[in-house]
Structures are given as structure tokens and as C-alpha cells.
């Protein structure tokens, strides 16, 4: 049997290959700050009160160094678009707002969107380095393709 402290530190430590309590907290930042960088910005008067478009790239760059802390960038980049989405989709079903509606419809696209052009990039520029080394994700080689002699 494992030592009490080891199975509290696996317990509460969500770990894995693909994610980890790091990558969704810095996903929840991201997904914040990027609405609000919107809003501000939309919002801002660069001539009379620029306030607001400080706020506004303060926002951004938060939501930028939220991305290069995790592990995996297309990922949490993708996830964060969709955030405001997640946020207000119950309230834009319950009052059928057809505007909401399609926010939410767009925003999860879009951050679709950034994730599969993502990954197809990631896996074509690794394929560019390593030709012989291939990786979907970036985590399992492909194996090479057995070709079966009938002889």
C-alpha cells in the first residue's frame, strides 16, 4: 500500500498527458480576460480617455501570457475563445435571444476553428523537422506502415 501522502498528492492532482489543473486555470484567465480585453477595447476612446484601451491591451497580454504558460498552447488558446461562450449559452437558451444564440454558435465555431488549424499545423511542422517521426498531438508516434508480403 502506498504511503497516505502519496495517494493524497495523486488524488489531488490532476495530471495527465493531455491536461492538467494548470492548463484549466490559466484556460478559465484566458477565457476572462479575452471578453473583457473586447469590451474595453470596443469601448475605449483612444483621443479623450485612453483608460480603457490600456485595459483592453492589459487584457490581451494577460490572455497572451496565460497561453505561453501551458503546455499545450492551440489547446488552451481554442478553449479560451470559447469560454464566453460556455457563460452565456444557458441564459440564450431559456430566453430564446436569437442574437445570443448565434454568438454562441459563432464563438464555439471559431474556437473550433483555432484548434483544428492548430494541430494541423503543429503536425505538419513536425512532420517538416522529423519526417520519420511523426506525432498526432505531439504525444504517440505513428508506427510505420506494415505492408503485408503475399507470397
Do not use: H
Amino acid at each position: 500500500m502506498k504511503p497516505i501522502r502519496q495517494q493524497l498528492k495523486e488524488a489531488l492532482v490532476w495530471n495527465s498527458r493531455f491536461w492538467s489543473i494548470r492548463d484549466f486555470t490559466l484556460t478559465v484567465i484566458a477565457g476572462f480576460a479575452i471578453p473583457f480585453g473586447v469590451l474595453f477595447w470596443m469601448e475605449g476612446d483612444s483621443v479623450r480617455d485612453p483608460f480603457d484601451l490600456k485595459v483592453a491591451i492589459g487584457c490581451f497580454v494577460l490572455s497572451g501570457v496565460c497561453v505561453l504558460l501551458t503546455s499545450n498552447k492551440v489547446y488552451v488558446l481554442g478553449r479560451a475563445v470559447m469560454v464566453p461562450a460556455a457563460l452565456i449559452w444557458f441564459d440564450a437558451v431559456i430566453t430564446r435571444n436569437q442574437k445570443a444564440l448565434e454568438f454562441c454558435f459563432e464563438d464555439v465555431a471559431f474556437g473550433s476553428l483555432i484548434l483544428i488549424l492548430g494541430t494541423l499545423a503543429r503536425s505538419l511542422w513536425q512532420a517538416v523537422i522529423s519526417p520519420e517521426q511523426v506525432t498526432i498531438l505531439g504525444t504517440q508516434p505513428w508506427p510505420a506502415p506494415e505492408i503485408p508480403l503475399l507470397v
